[in-house]
């Protein structure tokens, strides 16, 4: 299955901006979708944004019009712009991708990968 990659996390402070790269690599032959979860302390963890195969998006209600999913389907890579950033959004965003191969008996198989984590950071 896919590996991912994560980068792009730091400390910004409010107003700024950020981009979030995801790239992915090993086994990827259909990818269904591709997002961000979140996790600050003491919460449970969040979907912030996802994109999937016919580039549908969706957001959080907390982030519309603020951070924009996107992807680069020749370098099997996701991006997340973040603008106008608020110290709400200070958390470890993980990226994720649904996706499936065939194996080799023909079946289909089903995944998820996630990244590593990138810390968020958003403070004066």
């Known amino acids: 299955q896919a590996q991912l990659e994560e980068s792009g996390g730091g400390l910004v402070q409010p107003g700024g901006s950020l981009r979030l790269s995801c790239a992915a690599s090993?086994?990827?032959?259909?990818?269904?979708?591709m997002g961000w979860y979140r996790q600050a302390p003491g919460d449970g963890g969040s979907l912030v944004a996802s994109?999937?195969?016919?580039?549908?998006?969706k957001y959080a209600d907390s982030v519309k019009g603020r951070f924009t999913i996107s992807t680069d389907n020749a370098k099997k890579t996701a991006y997340l712009q973040m603008v106008s950033l608020e110290p709400e959004d200070t958390a470890v965003y993980y990226c994720?991708?649904?996706?499936?191969?065939?194996?080799?008996?023909?079946?289909?198989?089903?995944?998820?990968?996630w990244g590593q984590g990138t810390q968020v950071t958003v403070s004066l």
């Open positions: 090993g086994r990827v032959d259909v990818i269904s979708d």
């Open positions: 994109i999937n195969s016919r580039g549908v998006t």
């Open positions: 994720f991708l649904n996706g499936g191969y065939e194996n080799d008996d023909g079946a289909p198989v089903r995944y998820k990968s």
